[in-house]
């Protein structure tokens, strides 16, 4: 990491505008070791399928509770948070284990999570000797800030986390999470994406709301436009953005954008790129949104029943964003979309100079392994984990009546939907600094749909050119 140090402050600064809707069940801002990663889904693959769209791990071996006896204040751990959503998750996990509440003590600093003010306030409790931070929850926009530094966080494979431990996990976020060889941060969290429709525009324009008749509509790109285009002689926007197709594109990642061979780091912009650019253009020019952009009024007012967009990229945090702007509980299905993608989520890493490695350990083990904390975290928050065997468990009749989301989807199941797109995601990819470059190929996505860049090529090279200039690192 020899230019993370410089280049943050602007990495987290434009990861705002990228992720500004946290990860979890409050809104803020914007969820190797790893055996063979899937392909992204494609194809005619419906999301309502009990057989493939969950697969249950092997029984993982577990962690040893250790023995609080003896104790005292030195050995209580600091959890840190920037909102209280992680806290919201890990009192499911303190319910169960009441023996350490007295060891146990949150901090919530009230900053935005891809801010610099939640970097400064982490790493200075990390040398203030003051309530240090034990466990540090990050957006996957930030978290490798963190997580691929040796000096403030450990690697969980020496505090007793093991693969087979891990076996319900899904690959992409053991691919997250691994640096070097060593697991350097885990969620408990899967921010799989999805397409969400409006059910009443379904059955007008498609003869059907049916989920598995929906995806086949929606299977590829190519029918994606086909279904755009029955929807625009309808009177109907296929999204409400060119930019709200961008997460899904994204993952399509064949290889980091910023690679570094020891004596200087190297861009390399692949295929996803031009073809987010690419695809955006085609909605742009073709009509087949409102032009708005992620978040701003337009865009949520299109939400509503009274707005004519037919769907919305979005994973399961997405659906309270929804909720609050209006969209009706019922009038929504999900389906998988033309690719499997994620949007967001929150990593935990744990200090390396942590007081009490065991109860860390062991805690964390509990909140990202444990399937009946799963099952009771998707239950109690809404939120989906990242936990196959409590995912197959939700799919097989144990998610809650009460279910918000599966309130909102009309009582379809979209643990179904997640748990399938999130055997296709591949994160294998990601770098620390892809916040800061998708900030600038969106710059670079609105210029060029809007005439100020010509060509595709045009916009690959002010993406390139932003890299050179404010982060340091150039193409060949």
Partial sequence: MKKIKKALALSLALAMGLSLVACGDDKD???????????????????????????????????EAP??????????????????DFKKKMDIVMEAHPEYADYVEHV????????????????????????????????????????????????????????????????CAIQYGTYNGQLKCVTWQSTAGSVFYRRDIAKEVLGTDDPAEVQKAMSDWDKFFETAD??????????????????????TQSQPWVTDDGSKETLTLDKAVTEYLETGKKIYDGDYSNNTSM?????????????????????????????????????????????SYHWGGTYVCVGKDTPNPELAAYLLYEMTCNPDIGVNITNKTGDCVNNKEANQRLINGELAADNAAAKFLGGQNPIEVWAASAEGINLSNLTYQDASIKAFIDDA??????????????????????CAAELGISAE
């Fill in 29 to 63: 801002d914007d969820g190797t070791t790893a055996g063979t990663t899937a392909a992204p889904a494609t194809g005619d693959e419906t999301t309502a399928s009990t057989e493939d769209a969950s697969t249950e791990g092997p029984a993982a071996t577990g962690m």
């Fill in 67 to 84: 023995d609080p006896s003896g104790w005292d204040e030195s050995k209580k751990i600091y959890l840190y948070s920037w909102d209280d």
């Fill in 108 to 171: 919530i600093l009230g900053v935005g999570g891809t801010t610099d003010e939640y970097k400064t306030a982490i790493d200075t409790a990390l040398t203030s000797g003051d309530k240090y931070p034990t466990m540090i929850p990050a957006d996957n926009d930030v978290a490798k800030y963190w997580s691929e530094d040796d000096t403030k966080t450990a690697n969980l494979y020496d505090l007793g986390f093991t693969d087979e431990m891990l076996s319900n996990s899904y690959d």
């Fill in 230 to 251: 029955k929807m625009k002689e309808a009177g109907y926007k296929m999204v409400s953005g060119p930019s709200d197709v961008k997460y899904a594109i994204w993952d």
């Fill in 295 to 339: 978040w701003d009024g337009g865009w949520a007012s299109d939400m509503t029943n009274d707005g004519k967009v037919f769907c919305f990229f979005g994973c399961p945090w997405f659906i309270g964003s929804m909720q609050g702007n209006g969209a009706s509980d019922g009038n929504w299905g999900a389906v998988t979309g033309p690719t």
């Fill in 445 to 466: 996505a609105k210029a060029y749909n809007s005439g100020e860049l010509s060509t595709v090529e045009d916009a690959v090279k002010y993406v390139e050119d932003k």
